[in-house]
């Protein structure tokens, strides 16, 4: 008996079947969407959230940034002051935005980093909610007092804070920021007894450290410098590894004796965004964040304010956050400082 040659009907693999057509339009739906979110934005003001009060570096840096994003995106950018509860009010407000590029972050590196080991019920979580767009610039860290403290070198405080227990304040803009951080560490280190004053930014507290309600602080030369330079307050020393291009004068904490982690760390004011906003809005505003940072008449602005200008790219960015934050959370976890 003959086998049965006849074909096995297969079904054509034509656009015809309705699977086919539904998985087509849907691939197209996704580019046209995708190409969309970039061609069409911004398509209305944009907001970088500053998570101090006005008058500190990270404000000053913001509406630099601003100036210069507005130009190129041809949409107003507004920064937008949210401070309190050590950065966690600003942070958690951008973490929790619709992801469509409007509303941004420009963060220092304590609430992104001290912050998971500050606060055990942290609102947000930066590795998960946040996604980063570019460092913006490096900022250069100053120890200074107020000129009636009768020290002129960073050990000269120490000996000054040894023999006046409890009369010595070190102020910051916010508890578990990086000031709060030394403070800990010097009375633990040294055998001191000082107090702690956390502002909601780098503003207030300056106006403070000036009138002698707190005497001492590691501020933003940012922030600082020109009362540094007017003699309203004196420099003792400066974080990180080289003396900074605005206090070169200042010299660096290492070149003291001082040579640990805590006097070393500076980190990037970076700016971030919410974790699912599309690729193609975190890197062209990662490009726009460089050819900004890459402007003369920026650099010479912030290097005048004691920063660094950056302007990396988004996977540059997110690699030196991935390394700076083990860092920065054993630093953390150094001081045994915790806030709930």
Sequence with gaps: ??????????????????????????????????????????SRPVRIVV?????????TVAR?????????LGQ???????????????????????????????????????NLVLYKKLPYDPRT???????????????????????????????????????????????????????????????????????????????????GVIQMTLGSAATLKPFIDAGKLRALAVAGPRRSKALPDVPTFAEQGYREPVYAITGSISLMAPARTPDAIVERLGREVAAVMREPQVRQRVEALGLEAQGNSPAEASAAYAAFLPVALDLARSTGVTLD
């Excluded at 998570?51 to 404000?59: I, V």
Aim: charged fraction near 15%; charge should be neutral.
């Design 76 to 114: 107003p950018v507004v920064v937008d002051n949210r401070s309190g509860a050590g950065g966690i009010i600003g942070t958690e407000h951008v973490a929790k935005s619709v992801p469509d590029g409007h509303t941004l972050l420009l963060t220092v590196p304590g609430p992104i980093t001290a």
């Design 129 to 211: 909610e946040l996604r980063m767009v570019s460092d913006v610039v490096s900022p250069s860290m100053v120890m200074a007092v107020n000129p009636a403290v009768p020290a002129r070198d960073f050990k000269g405080l120490v000996e000054a804070v040894r023999q006046s227990p409890g009369k010595y304040a070190m102020g910051s803009w916010g508890a578990g920021t990086q000031p709060h951080q030394v403070q800990v560490f010097m009375d633990k280190a040294y055998g001191l007894q000082s107090l702690h004053v956390a502002y909601k930014g780098e503003g207030p507290m300056s106006i403070d450290l000036i009138s």
């Design 51 to 59: 998570q101090y009060q006005a008058g500190g570096s990270t404000d």
């Design 1 to 42: 008996m003959k086998a049965d040659t006849h074909p096995i009907a297969r079904p054509e693999a034509s656009m015809n079947t309705p699977l086919l057509r539904t998985a087509a339009l849907t691939c197209l739906a996704l580019a046209c969407s995708a190409a969309l979110a970039q061609d069409g934005y911004p």
């Design 64 to 72: 630099i940034l601003a100036e210069g994003l507005a130009k190129r």
